[in-house]
């Protein structure tokens, strides 16, 4: 059964028959989840897995210990008098692109959080991205027509410049997303999954445009050209 935690927040607990085969395991990795240790339901049950190694972003950890004031609640901050889940646990540090085990990659998309990775997992299907909250669904790969963006951004961020650039290159590395609140997603065993669709990487849409790298060939050279007398 799930249970609500003694905060007013509800933590959704693993089942526990889930937890128990999961701790038979000889070798667990972790990334809380998808390299975010910034709330607290990215960080629950974490020592549940008690084979596992913790891996996360070097700025994602030193914001955790030392969250600015807004993010007290949100880091549950001993100043609040909360003990955060990763209490004591030993993380480690990543500040780049890493393949923390073969086939499996942890990359830079901050913006939803200061030091957000995605993970990449190499499979004989394709690559997956791990997005966890870097996009929330996978419609938001998407245009939003009524704003003519080229994707359907999520507004969940510390950072709105920084999380664009995160959603396109999740979109220049992704034959499959796995966000965390895609319902679609849903629980199973191997990925990708029977009838989960493989996308289109950074696929072109008339009227939508790009905004890292997609400026009009020429236009460098033409404005080069303008300032010669």
Not at 43 to 70: G, S
Not at 115 to 121: L, P, Q
Not at 123 to 145: H, K, M, Q, S, Y
């Amino acid at each position: 059964m799930r249970t609500s935690s003694r905060r007013a927040e509800i933590h959704l607990q693993t089942d526990a028959e889930y937890m128990a085969a999961k701790r038979q395991l000889q070798y667990q990795f972790c990334t809380c989840p998808a390299g975010a240790i910034h709330t607290w339901d990215h960080v629950q049950n974490m020592k549940e897995f008690k084979n596992a190694r913790y891996i996360a972003p070097k700025a994602e950890i030193e914001m955790a210990y030392n969250p600015l004031p807004l993010y007290y609640r949100t880091y549950e901050s001993p100043v609040l008098g909360i003990e955060p889940a990763y209490n004591g646990c030993a993380f480690e540090m990543i500040d780049k692109e890493t393949e923390v085990l073969p086939g499996i990659t942890m990359f830079p998309t901050p913006g939803h959080s200061v030091g957000y990775m995605c993970v990449t997992v190499a499979t004989t299907g394709g690559d997956i991205v791990i997005c966890g909250d870097a996009i929330f669904e996978a419609r938001n790969l998407e245009p939003n027509e009524d704003e003519k963006w080229r994707y359907w951004v999520p507004a969940r961020f510390v950072n709105s410049y920084e999380g664009w650039k995160s959603v396109e290159e999740i979109d220049k590395r992704a034959d499959y997303v796995l966000p965390c609140h895609d319902i679609e997603c849903g629980d199973h065993e191997v990925y990708p999954f029977d009838g989960m669709k493989k996308r289109d990487r950074r696929k072109f849409i008339p009227g939508y445009n790009f905004y890292f790298g997609d400026m009009p060939p020429g236009t460098a050279r033409a404005s080069e050209d303008s300032h010669e007398d």
